[in-house]
């Protein structure tokens, strides 16, 4: 069997969330079990190499394929200077069109830096210069899937929408499978925005056009995602709550995101046992054997004691948050309980201490920046990984209050270094953390409601339950974390899950 296993990131070459990770280690785990892939990505940065030239919105664009392996896979990195090396910000790389006449609307594009993963478009046009980018990038692959002709194409996410789109036209063989690794992000984009572009060719036609149509009619866009998920021969999800939660509908009186739209279609591909949910695994570094578990104990309690130094009370319970301060990671804490956040209520709870690193959103920032005068807080505004990790370490108890959460690795990490984590039971977080009660000991602690204000209360009530075991019960506590040190999840149990659940019955398929 192979398989072309495409991503617009993979760690240890690039990465930006938890796409980077799947796409490098995955794979690993899936050549393990006999799986002949390779892996396709973009180079982002500068090389003199061109292979090929390719005809893309009316201009002639340089291609070039890097060649590398990953722990003896195979990698192959598509590379062009227009879409992924350039710093636009400052206009100096401008690219020059024929007689300065562009195809199509430049105003709201090349203006970013596009020698990263992702770029933030403007609010009035999210996804915009992504759509463009990573359109380019499926036309690129085309020619490489026509060269390898692999059983099976596995791409991640709606960047790689158009791929299938173009697949299908030029009728190709590979049986198509997409992860989705968050419904949130679909790449709609106004039809208006995108005349004169490549991807008209897949809005306009008789079959496909319906297909890359977004659901919602007043939004009079196209949708990559939709696209995908409708021609795909599989699509999964990384875990089998978030696969449950894509085919439900929002329901923000309760904080739920459900499927952001797609969930009638996600239920339908489920209806047609198309849809699965497998658990991401993760990289451990250690045995969860009686000595390492001892050593990691002494380093937490060293750690510890290095960040709570500054405390009044360096004794109390010490919660660790690491993560972007955006809506998914950190908006239950900016809510309000009447006239405070819920942050406010946590740090006001006896004998608690916080230890935060973030970065994100002005609003949530600002919201950092007012509770430094506390004496049971430290705050960290910036990508600090080093700091990041001596919390994870360090803490007693890692918050993770996600509105929603697909997979998540910080709750594995945290575990893993025999941190019990603090989770909403949504997504990941309730196939990964087990619910702590008195006559069964947990991984964690967790909360979740059936209405805006229960959610916040239970988060609360989460939060004093975790100090109440952590200081009249310590014994309990203890076991805990044991508990979350010896879990595993395994990338082995994951590709084992791709094989038989996705690959083997795709494969079948095609061949009846």
Known sequence: MKVLYIAAECKPFSKTGGVGDVAGELPLALRSQGVDIEIVTPWYGRTAIVDARLSFQGRSEDVGLVRTDLQGIPVNFIKNPTHFEFDYSEGKNRPKFPEDQPPFKTDHLYRKDYSTPYVESDSSMPFIDDALRFSFFSRACLDLIERKKPDIVH??????????????????????????????????IGRDLIRGWQIEDLAGDRTLGPLFTDPRPAWRSVNALRLAMELADAVNTVSPTYKKEMTQPEDQNRYFEGG????????????????????????????????????????????????????????????????????????????????????????EIEGVNMAIVATGQKEYERILEGLRGRPNVDITIAFDPVKARQISLGSDVFLMPSVFEPCGITQMESMSVATPPLVRWTGGLVDTVRRHTP???????????????????NLVKAARQAV????????????????GFRERFSWVDAARAYIQQVYEPTCAAQAR
């Open 155 to 188: 791409a991640n996410d709606w960047v790689l929408g158009y791929l299938f789109g173009w697949m299908a036209m030029k009728g190709m063989r590979s049986r198509r499978v997409l992860t989705i690794h968050n419904i949130g992000y679909q790449g709609n």
């Open 260 to 347: 952001k739209g797609l969930d009638e279609v996600a239920a339908r591909l489920d209806g047609q046992r198309k849809l699965h949910g497998i658990l991401n695994g993760f990289g451990y570094k250690f045995a969860p054997d009686r000595g390492h578990l001892e050593k990691t104990l002494a380093a937490k309690a060293e750690m510890k004691a290095e960040l709570s130094q500054r405390f009044p009370n360096p004794g109390g319970l010490l919660f660790g948050f690491v993560g972007r301060a955006v809506e998914q990671k950190f908006k239950l804490l900016a809510e309000k309980i009447g006239n405070k956040s819920v942050l406010d209520h946590l740090l």
């Open 439 to 457: 006559s069964a000991p947990g991984t964690g602690f967790g909360f979740d409601g059936s209405s805006r204000q229960e959610v916040l209360e």
């Open 468 to 483: 109440d075991l952590y200081t009249n019960h310590p014994a309990e506590f203890r076991k805990m974390q044991e508990g």
